[in-house]
């Protein structure tokens, strides 16, 4: 049974890495390349494939894990690995910040797949890029675009529970300053647009979007955006009542698959997140938020654009850096 499953994901990897070398359009990513561990680490792919599959067979809400936990390590100072660091005596680091705590999940599938790497290749592959094809296989497994993600970044030896606090976007913070915290790291306003689509798949704490269903903006009332229908819905699951503030919604109704939905949510008023739906009140965004309600093939294409792009922010390369033998600790 175990070799069958091995020459499974021996296939599966022979047929996107074909379909990886077809893009026409691909060009490496300053010192990064796809093809980075290629002779140092052969089973690279395979390994965390295989890591994020049984992750995912187990609880489909790991893919959103994933893809979270990614995107607050790039927008933190970089794609650097420092969201993965445990505090230290002298260091207070980014997992206990007011946006990450008891909220990240998926460390225990980034340390699985390093200590599997860690067998077949020593010292040679980033934590950083571990995370980073993490959430590609996360969104791809998801149903979402499969695209070739560029490796040879180093992992940080330092954290910031106050860089996270201040750099992480906050779904009740107003548009402009999301958008000033993307382009801060190089990303544009699509890049807002586009990233914001991950919202796709997974679940939002009811903490996060309690405010629109009961005093919104101090008003002592719902937010007068939402459609009724979904904002009685939202209120049964999450009831006015400090109790509540753990539970569970899901950020779309077809929340375990990567699809374009998330947009037609937008256009419906059906949005969970303010900041969400703040996309479809702003020129700058709205236009794009149309033009992915329509075409799932632009929205699939652009998100892998920009998932390179956020991998790309900050990154150490070279003499910078190191390679960690364990993601939570410094060597």
Not at 56 to 62: A, H
Not at 133 to 151: D, K, N, T
Not at 153 to 174: F, H, Y
Not at 179 to 199: M, N, P, Q, R, Y
Request: charged share 20%.
């Amino acid at each position: 049974m175990a070799s069958k499953r091995f020459l499974l994901f021996q296939i599966t990897l022979i047929s996107l890495t074909l379909v990886v070398s077809s893009f026409p359009d691909y060009t490496p990513t300053g010192q990064l390349s796809p093809y980075y561990y290629d002779r140092s680490c052969p089973r690279l792919q395979m390994i965390v494939r295989y890591n994020v599959l049984a992750a995912f067979k187990k609880d489909t809400r790991i893919a959103a894990s994933l893809l979270r936990l990614h995107f607050h390590d790039c927008i933190v100072d970089g794609c650097e690995g420092s969201v993965l660091l445990d505090d230290t005596v002298d260091m207070k680091g980014e997992k206990n910040a007011l946006p990450n705590h008891n909220s990240l999940r998926g460390f225990e599938v980034i340390d699985s797949i390093k200590a599997d790497l860690e067998k077949f290749c020593p010292y040679t592959v980033s934590c950083t890029d571990i995370l980073t094809l993490a959430a590609r296989e996360a969104v791809y497994m998801s149903g979402g675009p499969y695209w070739a993600v560029p490796l040879g970044r180093k992992d940080g030896i330092t954290a910031s529970e106050k860089s996270a606090n201040e750099q992480i976007p906050s779904p009740i913070e107003p548009l402009d300053n999301i958008i000033a915290k993307f382009t801060s790291k190089g990303l544009e306003v699509k890049d807002v647009a586009v990233l914001s689509g991950g919202h796709t798949i997974g679940f939002a704490q009811c903490f996060t979007f309690k405010r629109r269903l009961f005093d919104f903006k101090g008003s002592g009332k719902p937010d007068p955006t939402l459609d009724t229908s979904f904002l009685s819905s939202l209120q049964s699951v999450c009831p006015n009542r400090d109790a509540s503030n753990t539970n569970l919604a899901p950020l779309d109704s077809t929340n375990d698959k990567f699809d374009n939905y998330y947009y037609a949510n937008l256009v419906n008023n059906s949005s969970l997140l303010e900041s969400d739906q703040a996309l479809m009140g702003d020129v700058r965004t709205a236009s794009f938020v149309n033009y992915y309600t329509t075409n799932p093939t632009l929205f699939y294409n652009d998100f892998a654009t920009s998932m390179v792009k956020l991998g790309n922010v900050g990154i150490l390369t070279g003499q910078s850096g190191q390679i960690r033998t364990k993601c939570g600790s410094v060597n």
